[in-house]
């Protein structure tokens, strides 16, 4: 097990800045790829971000290429999401997640985190 904790989330206004970090536990996650996917409300789980292990690939999803960033740190056994200028659109529930290498699909991540909300309005 990996247990991931989410933080970070909340309620912010449209144009601004937010970062998540997720949180492992109990066990490195230094060998780990990395991801974050999101569930807008009414909709499926849809992926944004993965970093490798090493760091040098990362991969988003189209709708936050150019806003967020997915970065680690390996010391503190912590992966962030900085978002930036986020829309309405942004609004969802927030999950990292581990797997055995980087990947843009839910299948091939093994450990889940309980997701963080993130609401983005006016």
């Known amino acids: 097990q990996v247990p991931l904790v989410e933080s970070g989330g909340g309620l912010v206004l449209p144009g601004a800045s937010l970062q998540l970090a997720c949180t492992a536990s109990g066990r490195t996650i230094s060998t780990f790829g990395m991801g974050w996917f999101r569930r807008p409300p009414g909709k499926e789980r849809e992926f944004v971000a993965a970093?490798?292990?090493?760091?040098?690939?990362?991969y988003y999803g189209d709708s936050v290429k150019g806003r967020f960033t997915i970065s680690r740190d390996n010391d503190k056994n912590t992966v962030y999401l900085q978002m930036n200028n986020v829309t309405p659109e942004d609004s969802a529930v927030y999950y990292c997640a581990s797997g055995p290498r980087i990947s843009t699909q839910e299948s091939q991540y093994d450990y889940w985190g309980q997701g963080t909300q993130v609401a983005v309005s006016s």
């Open positions: 970093i490798s292990w090493s760091t040098n690939r990362k």
